[in-house]
């Protein structure tokens, strides 16, 4: 599938395309579904606060989430107006110090998990890897609009896309960084795709990520684990399987209405890291399948309207960055949702807007800028 249309341009240019308004509807689905996460944590994360001895404040983490929403907010009003050509013109910069960064990590990074994923930063830590997401879309965007009619062929369409993300994603393995890096090649396989690389390409890849993935679950044993404990985590509920099986405890106590905003019984301790990566558990007990289903509404709107912005941009290079923005959006997304309900391995997935996290936050609500300065050259949005 590639964007091809004779009246389109590689890119915008602020001379030559007007900058209108930004599209109401994404701005409004985005602070909604901000606003109704910045409560979910507040609910969701003051038992641990009140009860960790170094805080002893039940509004610890829901006050540093509100004060990096609030900033976020104003993050993604300053990156909506910057024009999309700025955005291309630095994207090679973004991408290579997204690079430097996640090399500074294993040398100077904060472990915890058995993984070294966090650059500390004194006031708050950030995960490296959330630049070199975007970096990979504003990267791979760039080239595609450059290389144009010669993505079919494998020396430019396949072979430098792979480079990048071989040394992207090796980076990311050696934290390691499982969950980053399957998500990483996922945005990268969608841009190619829809750039205009061939098919056949795709699935000798897929043959090849099946035969990786194989390797690494029979010689790491953290992958291994993983996957035993996937099939059957009630075969070891106080061990590997605990966090899992107090996922499920949470979403089938909530119910069809839920226990009510601020009733959940997991969140007392039982379920690890209710207030960031399963932090939907706690809104399926309190809010029920009902509520849950609303705020899977919402970001499924959230989405559709992203992807309709870039069916409609006014030039291919606001179209694919809007196109892997919103895939990156969506497959985090569903691979908490999948996380959380066990129809995947546990992996470290975020959900966004909800999951706690200031700069993993910030970097959202750029991102989501960065859609609406594309939308601002958009004559129906």
Same mark, same amino acid.
Not at 31 to 35: A, F, I, N, P, R
């Given at each position: 599938m590639e964007y091809n249309n004779d009246r389109i341009a590689d890119y915008s240019d602020e001379e030559t395309f007007s900058r209108g308004r930004i599209d109401i509807p994404f701005l409004l689905l985005t @602070?909604?579904?901000?606003?109704i996460g910045v409560i979910m944590v507040l609910s969701a994360s003051f038992p641990r606060a009140y009860y960790t001895a170094e805080i002893k404040t039940p509004t610890y983490y829901f006050t540093r989430q509100l004060i990096f929403a609030l900033g976020g907010v104003g993050v993604m009003l300053i990156m909506s107006r910057f024009p999309m050509s700025l955005y291309r013109r630095f994207s090679?910069?973004?991408?290579a110090a997204s690079v430097i960064l996640l090399m500074a990590v294993l040398v100077i990074g904060v472990s915890g998990g058995g993984a070294r994923r966090w650059i500390n930063l004194g006031f708050t830590t950030f995960q490296p890897s959330?630049?070199?997401k975007i970096g990979v879309i504003l990267a791979f965007s760039t080239m595609i609009c450059r290389l144009k009619g010669k993505m079919k062929t494998f020396r430019y369409g396949i072979l430098p896309f792979a480079v990048i993300l071989v040394v992207v994603v090796g980076l990311l393995v050696a934290e390691p960084? @499982?969950?980053?890096?399957?998500?990483?090649i996922l945005i990268g396989a969608a841009l190619m795709f829809v750039g205009g690389a061939r098919l056949i390409w795709f699935i000798g890849g897929?043959?090849?990520i099946v035969v990786i993935g194989a390797i690494v679950v029979k010689f790491f044993a953290y992958a291994s684990s993983r996957i035993t404990t996937w099939l059957d985590p009630f075969a070891d509920m106080s061990g590997d399987g605990y966090q899992i099986v107090q996922s499920l405890y949470s979403i089938g106590s909530g119910g069809l209405m839920g226990l009510g905003l601020g009733q959940s019984r997991q969140k007392y301790l039982y379920l690890p890291e209710e207030h960031n990566d399963f932090i939907f558990s706690v809104v399926c007990e309190e809010l029920g399948f009902v509520g849950a289903l609303l705020i899977l509404i919402l970001f499924a709107l959230l989405i559709c309207r992203g992807y309709w912005l870039a069916m409609h941009c006014t030039?291919?290079?606001s179209f694919l960055?809007?196109?892997g923005i919103s895939t990156l959006l969506a497959i985090q997304v569903i691979f908490n949702i999948a996380v959380v309900t066990n129809l995947i391995p546990c992996t470290g997935i975020s959900l966004p807007f909800f999951s706690y996290g200031g700069t993993a936050l910030l970097l959202q609500m750029?991102?989501?800028?960065i859609i609406l300065s594309a939308s601002r050259s958009i004559p129906t949005a």
């Open positions: @602070l909604l579904l901000l606003t090679f910069v973004i991408l959330e630049i070199a960084h @499982l969950s980053a890096s399957v998500i990483t897929a043959g090849g030039d291919r290079y960055v809007c196109t750029a991102e989501m800028g």
